[in-house]
T-cell receptor, first 113, second 115 residues
């Protein structure tokens, strides 16, 4: 059974700092990995999608890496801003034809002005 | 990106009543829709997957007679929580995708409180 773990559970940083969020998964046979942003009481916004054959994806100040063999992914946020404050979720789609996303519990990020 | 609208965003109902939550794809045809549930400090958990015109596939441990899912059209899926109990209070969120897409798009979620 696929399990996704995210550390830390919460992170508070001053504005402008670069930071890294971590995600690990137990079954390396994944189809892809996604990072999402969730604002309080709101839905999910997909930030980055990494296919199993890729090692990283970049979008603006965000960079996500994937090491499938070790079951790890990181989300790097450069020059953090107060508007980046949200919960960041990592989710994997396991191979085998299933479309099911397995989510971690998320990392709650607070960027202080 | 594609837009998925979920309604209502919040609902409070009395124990024993039924509640219907709608999930609509506004600008694309959703061949597949997914329903998730998120308890406080827990992960989002998939409840069921539905394909237009066919019965939903429920995840292990999810009671299909309690959580009725209807995906009658390519733009609408509904989740009905029947005979709701306080332990059903949770955040319910849907996602939808077209069959040629890799990504699914999420609705804004529904906060259900059963009193």
């Amino acid at each position: 059974k696929q399990e996704v773990t995210q550390i830390p559970a919460a992170l508070s940083v001053p504005e402008g700092e670069n930071l890294v969020l971590n995600c690990s998964f137990t079954d390396s046979a994944i189809y892809n990995l996604q990072w999402f942003r969730q604002d309080p009481g709101k839905g999910l916004t997909s930030l980055l999608l990494i296919q199993s054959s890729q090692r990283e994806q970049t979008s603006g100040r965000l960079n996500a890496s994937l090491d499938k063999s070790s079951g790890r992914s990181t989300l790097y946020i450069a020059a953090s801003q107060p508007g980046d404050s949200a919960t960041y979720l990592c989710a994997v789609t396991t191979q085998g034809g299933s479309e099911k996303l397995v989510f971690g519990k998320g990392t709650k990020l607070t960027v202080n002005p | 990106g594609a837009v998925v609208s979920q309604h209502p965003s919040r609902v409070i109902c009395k124990s024993g009543t039924s509640v219907k939550i709608e999930c609509r794809s506004l600008d694309f045809q959703a061949t597949t829709m997914f329903w998730y549930r998120q308890f406080p400090k827990k992960s989002l958990m998939l409840m069921a997957t539905s394909n237009e015109g066919s019965k939903a596939t429920y995840e292990q441990g999810v009671e299909k007679d309690k959580f009725l899912i209807n995906h009658a059209s390519l733009t609408l899926s509904t989740l009905t929580v029947t005979s709701a109990h306080p332990e059903d209070s949770s955040f319910y969120i849907c996602s939808a995708r077209w069959d040629r897409w890799v990504l699914a798009f999420f609705g804004q979620g529904t906060r259900l409180t059963v009193v």
